[in-house]
């Protein structure tokens, strides 16, 4: 089933959100907890313990960042007209799939074959 233009304009609204938080999270990531100083931290554990939210927090960046990507790809697919086809088979991606994971490029079926060849190998 091909995609209609209210479903295309809906599915970019979601994703430029979406992409509108992530940078949001990391512009406050960069003004807020970029910046351990060992002078406002009593002593060692409360230091680890900072750096440790810190590497974890950098972690999540880390993930949105790849998400982030994941979304500039489905925004150009939009653009260009190729978005809903997956990547594997280029069947189309059903809408209840591209609603609950508008930044996918994978349809249900390739999407769990990708997870048991994972799960196989990891």
């Not at 970019?12 to 959100?17: G, I």
């Not at 949001?24 to 970029?34: C, G, I, R, V």
């Not at 150009?76 to 609950?100: P, Q, V, W």
Request: with cysteine; charged share 40%; net charge negative.
């Amino acid at each position: 089933m091909a995609l209609t233009k209210t479903n295309l304009t809906a599915l970019r609204e979601v994703l430029e959100e979406k992409k509108a938080q992530i940078i949001k999270n990391a512009q406050a990531t960069l003004a807020d907890e970029m910046t351990l100083d060992a002078d406002d931290l009593p002593d060692e554990m409360d230091l680890a313990s900072s750096e440790y939210i810190q590497s974890f927090t950098f972690r999540l960046r880390g993930r949105e960042k790849f998400l982030l990507d994941k979304i500039d790809q489905a925004l150009e697919k939009i653009a260009n007209g190729t978005y809903g086809k997956c990547d594997e088979c280029e069947e189309d991606i059903s809408l209840k799939r591209l609603e609950a994971r508008p930044e996918t490029n994978l349809c249900i079926k390739c999407k769990e074959e990708q997870e048991r060849a994972e799960r196989a190998f990891g």
